[in-house]
């Protein structure tokens, strides 16, 4: 009897831990070279010193451990832009 109530007490208690160990997919790794060259590409076109603003913007990326996907590189972009205009 003792051991069928641990048996229903520790089943959810397994289940909610194989929950919470699941994982994403693995993001590729991107150089630093390979992520400032596609900043710069996509940094609007009248923007000076496009290679101090990919500098800075991936610096952001690698401080805060935010990964450079072009999703997230293109809304920094977007709201840099919408914010200095």
Known sequence: MYST???FCLIPLWVLA???TSRGPQQPERSE??????IVRLLP???SDRNG???DIYTAFDTQ???PSTENI???L???EQEST
């Open 5 to 7: 109530r641990l048996l």
């Open 18 to 20: 194989g929950c919470s």
């Open 33 to 38: 070279a390979e992520v400032k060259a596609q």
């Open 45 to 47: 076109a009248k923007v």
């Open 53 to 55: 603003w990919a500098q």
């Open 65 to 67: 451990k935010i990964y």
């Open 74 to 76: 293109c809304a920094v």
């Open 78 to 80: 977007a709201v840099t």
